[in-house]
């Protein structure tokens, strides 16, 4: 079975500045890894997925992750935060079968002035 | 594209009655869907795949005789919740698959559920 782990439930960051939320997964068997952002009373977004290739990969909003097999992760990255990525963010696994996903815990971006 | 709807998106109800929960997926045929269930400030949690035309699959844990799903088309599931106590209380959220669409899941916005 796998799991994910979003060690991180808050991030406060400042507008303009460059955030990171990690993600580490576990699974005996080839994986597919999603980010979705949601925003309050909404249901999710899909900010980016790897399903196989480059292992970086980029996304809506100036989101990107990169996949690291060697690590299980898959942390995702903006270089520059608006107030507007305020919001929840979910680290999902997908190994393909009925396209079930397991979700992280999810991680708290607070951007502030 | 890949819009998918849920009504309501809210609802209030008296504990022991039903509420039936309707996920539209409003410009594709969906070959599955998903209900989720979200409590406060956690993950969603995975109740039960609903393929169209079949019976849903539940995960480990969730009474299928308290959560009713029916498929009726590629375009809708319900989810009815059952002689409902405060305890379900919580953010429902549907999610459905686009053929052709490897492995992406198109969400739906959540429907919050407050038994009194």
């Known amino acids: 079975a796998q799991s994910v782990t979003q060690l991180d439930s808050q991030v406060p960051v400042f507008e303009e500045a460059p955030v990171e939320l990690r993600c580490n997964y576990s699974s005996s068997v080839s994986v597919y890894l999603f980010w979705y952002v949601q925003y309050p009373n909404q249901g999710l977004q899909l900010l980016l997925k790897y399903l196989s290739g480059s292992t970086l990969v980029k996304g809506i909003n100036g989101f990107e992750a990169e996949f690291n097999k060697s690590q299980t992760s898959f942390h995702l990255r903006k270089p520059s935060v608006h107030i507007s990525d305020t919001a929840e963010y979910f680290c999902a696994v997908e190994t393909g079968t009925a396209s079930k996903l397991t979700f992280g815990t999810g991680t708290r971006l607070q951007v502030t002035l | 594209g890949a819009v998918v709807s849920q009504h309501p998106s809210r609802v209030i109800c008296k504990s022991g009655t039903s509420v039936k929960i309707e996920c539209r997926s409003l410009?594709?045929?969906?070959?599955?869907m998903f209900w989720y269930r979200q409590f406060p400030k956690k993950s969603l949690m995975l109740m039960a795949t609903s393929n169209e035309g079949s019976k849903a699959t539940y995960e480990q844990g969730v009474e299928k005789d308290k959560f009713l799903i029916n498929h009726a088309s590629l375009t809708l599931s319900t989810l009815t919740v059952t002689s409902a106590h405060p305890e379900d209380s919580s953010f429902y959220i549907c999610s459905a698959t686009l053929l052709r669409s490897h492995n992406e899941q198109f969400f739906g916005p959540g429907t919050r559920l407050t038994v009194l």
């Open positions: 410009d594709f045929q969906a070959t599955t």
